[in-house]
C-alpha cells in the first residue's frame, strides 16, 4: 500500500522567512512518481513538481526548492523568502511508475497548510 | 477549453436526491480522474478512465456512486440518494495518456452540500 505522510498540519511564518514543508512517503514500487501541489484558497490544486524515484537530483525553481532523499523515503519543499502570495494548502503526492498497479492513482497527504503574514 | 472545467461549481442538495457533476477534461487527454476532498483533508481517490473504460474504480465509496465517461472526453460523476457524508469538493483531473510520466492537471472542483 502506498501512504504519503505530511506531518506539519499548519506552519505561520512572517514574510521573507524561508519555509521547509516535509512530506515522507511509503511505497513497495520500486519505481514511483512524487508530486507537489498547491492549493490557493481558490481550491484549484496548482502542479508544482514531478520528480521520478531513479532522480535524486535536487531542483530549485525560482524560490521554490525540493529535497528528494530516497535513504529516507522524503521528498521536502522548501520557500525561500516567502511571500504572501504562498498562502496556500500544500499537498505532497506518490503515484506508481508505468506499469504498476499503481500508476493510475495519486495518494495524497492530508496536505500543510501555508499562512505567511506581513 | 485550456483547462480543466467543472459543473457545477456549487450545488446545494437535500438528502436522498441523485446528484450529477460533470468534468470537462484538458482537450486530447485520454486519462481522467475524479477524486474527493472532504473539508480540511487530504485528496481521496474514485476512478479513474482510460478513453472511455474504467480500469480503476476501487476508490468509489459505495454503489450510489458512478460515473460515466463518453466520446473520450465528458466524465459525469452521479450520486444517488445523497448523503450529508458525501458534502466534499468533487474533483476532476485529466492527463495525457496515463498518468505516470505525465502530469495530472486539476479542475477547480464541485463543491457539493448536502443538507
Known amino acids: 500500500a502506498q501512504k504519503v505522510t505530511q506531518a506539519q498540519t499548519e506552519i505561520s511564518v512572517v514574510e521573507k522567512e524561508d519555509v521547509t514543508l516535509d512530506c515522507v512517503y511509503e511505497t513497495r514500487d520500486t519505481t514511483y512518481y512524487l508530486f507537489w501541489y498547491k492549493q490557493p484558497p481558490s481550491g484549484e490544486l496548482v502542479f508544482l513538481i514531478r520528480?521520478?524515484?531513479?532522480?535524486?537530483q535536487n531542483e530549485i525553481s525560482g524560490r521554490y526548492s525540493w529535497n528528494f532523499q530516497k535513504s529516507t523515503s522524503s521528498f521536502n519543499f522548501t520557500i525561500t523568502a516567502s511571500q504572501v502570495v504562498d498562502s496556500a494548502v500544500y499537498f505532497c503526492?506518490?503515484?506508481?511508475?508505468?506499469?504498476?498497479?499503481?500508476?493510475?492513482?495519486?495518494?495524497f497527504g492530508t496536505g500543510t497548510r501555508l499562512q505567511v503574514t506581513l | 477549453g485550456a483547462g480543466v472545467s467543472q459543473s457545477p461549481s456549487n450545488k446545494v442538495t437535500e438528502k436522498g436526491k441523485d446528484v450529477e457533476l460533470r468534468c470537462d477534461p484538458i482537450?486530447?487527454?485520454?486519462?481522467l480522474y475524479w477524486y474527493r476532498q472532504r473539508l480540511g483533508q487530504g485528496l481521496e481517490f474514485l476512478i479513474y478512465?482510460?478513453?472511455?473504460?474504467?480500469?480503476?474504480k476501487s476508490g468509489l465509496p459505495s454503489d450510489r456512486f458512478s460515473a460515466e465517461r463518453t466520446g473520450e472526453s465528458v466524465s459525469t460523476l452521479t450520486i444517488q440518494r445523497t448523503q450529508q457524508e458525501d458534502s466534499a469538493v468533487y474533483l476532476c483531473?485529466?492527463?495525457?495518456?496515463?498518468?505516470?510520466?505525465?502530469?495530472?492537471?486539476f479542475g477547480e472542483g464541485s463543491w457539493l452540500t448536502v443538507v
Open positions: 482537450s486530447g487527454h485520454t486519462a
Open positions: 478512465f482510460q478513453g472511455n473504460s474504467a480500469p480503476d
Open positions: 503526492a506518490l503515484s506508481g511508475f508505468i506499469n504498476t498497479g499503481t500508476a493510475s492513482k495519486l495518494t
Open positions: 483531473a485529466s492527463s495525457f495518456q496515463g498518468l505516470a510520466g505525465n502530469t495530472i492537471y
Open positions: 520528480r521520478n524515484s531513479f532522480d535524486e
